[in-house]
């Protein structure tokens, strides 16, 4: 067998399943609530199963540029690293929550790892 | 640089513009309320050229069928000609049947439709006072239970529609409604979950029609209702909903007052979302249902949330004013 991180990770199912959970914490989360807080939760939480994909190293379309466009708004508005660093320690948390084992928890951080400088624009 | 052509004049849309600000910038008078997406007042139907996918969000597929899409959500990549709805398939005929004054600031108006209009208790309608200007009123009315239709109207002051439902309108009137619209209502299937309504104002509109749908269908979980108002005098069909709640064991009603104006006993003091939250605690597998004022059901929606509601049990519609 030759699973990808996503397919160990359990796939689409594993994201809906952490999506609710991690959007909970992100918005209870004091350092980075502020950049989460749409008006309209349906369609931030649509966005966030989108990051979920891409961070389980599921099927996604975005592009380095798509990241660093899709990112620009909240650079400008003070994206920093401390920033970054609180949604991966969220993202680790709702594994863990979610009992993931360790080595996959640390995948994925790894993965998150490689979008820093186009997320944060830099 | 698409164009766009409406009776018969042709008009540039920019990138990036919505047909309604293309329409509405050149002095041309088009129906709008929320600009967003939601409301559907600003609904149109394309006569040549495709709309947008974007711009059919949310509408009922015979009206995507027909080409209708909502002008404010509508950004053209060809040209197309458009115009308002006809009367008959997107538009409604209705008659005032009655009005009423629910409280010093709330009147209910009700309608009756030729052909039973399609509903659910808590969806709204689009009310023309004439056929550029619309405004959303959610249906307090049962169709299984209630004959007509009934709005409950607040007067906003200046309010243009609001203003000549409470000093025009009569019974007899003819006026003309949109189809209904919306998510907000009750859908049978665990029957055993509990449901917590929030509503404030005329936000009770919507939430009486709800829970009297759920007790109809024969829900069986709690069903609790908290209407909230700054003073007792905003609040109004208590007697209806107390009575309501001695009927039924699995309802109850709770007016909350958020103003120092504490009355007697059976009232709880409080904004409404405080107080439903400090009763319930967590709201792990509880349905919810907010409506009104568009600060509280943006607060409410994200505490419900945070407090354990899945996304998709919460549903919420913010009586949203139009911009000035
Ligand atoms: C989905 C939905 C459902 C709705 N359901 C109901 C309902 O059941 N019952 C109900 O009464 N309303 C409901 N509304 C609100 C309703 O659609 C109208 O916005 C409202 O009646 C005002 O319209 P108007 O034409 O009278 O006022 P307008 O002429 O549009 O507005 C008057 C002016 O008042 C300004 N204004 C802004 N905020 C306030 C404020 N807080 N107080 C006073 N003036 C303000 C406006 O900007 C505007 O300049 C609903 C709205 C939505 C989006
Ligand atoms: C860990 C690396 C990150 C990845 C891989 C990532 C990925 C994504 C993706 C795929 C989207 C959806 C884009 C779309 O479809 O519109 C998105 C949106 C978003 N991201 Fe990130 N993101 C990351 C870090 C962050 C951080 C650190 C923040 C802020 C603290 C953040 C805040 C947001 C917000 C607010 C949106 C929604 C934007 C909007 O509403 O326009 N992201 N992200
Ligand atoms: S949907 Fe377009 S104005 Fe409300």
Not at chain 1, 62 to 74: E, F, I, K, N, V
Not at chain 2, 51 to 80: I, R, V, W
Not at chain 2, 189 to 201: A, K, S, V, Y
Not at chain 2, 228 to 256: I, K, M
């Amino acid at each position: 067998m030759n699973d990808t991180l996503f397919d160990k990770l359990g796939g689409d199912g594993a994201v809906n399943a952490a999506v609710e959970i991690f959007y909970r914490k992100v918005l209870s989360d004091d350092r980075i609530s502020d950049f989460f807080d749409d008006v309209d939760m349906d369609r931030q939480a649509a966005k966030q199963k989108a990051f979920l994909t891409m961070a389980f190293g599921g099927p996604n379309q975005y592009s380095g540029m798509d990241m660093r466009r899709g990112h620009a708004h909240l650079v400008a508005k003070g994206l920093n690293d401390a920033h970054f660093d609180a949604v991966v320690e969220n993202l680790a948390a709702t594994l863990q929550e979610l009992n993931v084992p360790q080595p996959y928890i640390a995948e994925v951080a790894a993965l998150c790892e490689t979008t820093r400088n186009d997320v944060l624009g830099k | 640089m698409p164009n766009l052509t409406f009776n018969g004049d042709t008009y540039a849309c920019a990138e990036n513009q919505s047909v309604l600000d293309a329409l509405t910038g050149n002095g041309v008078s088009i129906p709008s309320s929320c600009r967003n997406g939601i409301c559907q007042t600003c609904l149109m139907r394309s006569v040549s050229g495709t709309p947008p996918l974007d711009s059919q969000n949310g509408l009922k597929e015979t009206l995507k069928a027909q080409n209708y899409f909502l002008a404010c959500s509508c950004h053209p990549l060809e040209d197309m000609e458009v115009s308002l709805p006809d009367a008959g398939s997107a538009r409604i005929q209705a008659t005032v049947h009655s009005i009423e004054s629910l409280n010093h600031e709330i009147i209910c108006v009700g309608l009756h439709c030729e052909n039973p209009l399609e509903y659910r208790a808590g969806q709204f309608i689009n009310l023309f006072k004439d056929a550029t200007l619309g405004r959303s009123y959610s249906l307090a009315s049962v169709p299984a239970h209630d004959q007509h239709l009934k709005l409950h109207i607040r007067k906003v002051p200046d309010g243009r529609v609001s203003g000549w439902a409470h000093h025009n309108l009569k019974p007899g009137d003819v006026v003309e409604i949109s189809q209904a619209v919306g998510n907000c209502f009750y859908v049978p299937g665990h029957p055993e979950q509990p449901i917590l309504l929030i509503g404030t104002g005329s936000g009770l509109a919507p939430l009486y029609g709800i829970a009297r749908d759920a007790l109809e269908q024969g829900h069986t979980g709690p069903i609790r209702l908290y209407h909230g108002s700054r003073n007792p005098q905003g609040l109004y069909l208590v007697n209806e909903l107390c009575a309501l709640a001695d009927c039924h064991d699995n309802f109850s009603y709770t007016p909350c007052i958020s103003g120092d104006a504490m009355p007697a006993d059976g009232y709880a003091q409080g904004r409404a979302l405080d107080v439903a939250l400090a009763d319930i605690g967590k709201l792990t597998g509880w349905r919810v249902f907010l409506c009104g004022n568009p600060e509280m059901v943006k607060t409410a929606k994200k505490k419900a949330f945070l407090t354990g509601a899945a996304m998709k049990d919460i549903y919420a519609d913010a009586f949203t004013l139009a911009a000035a």
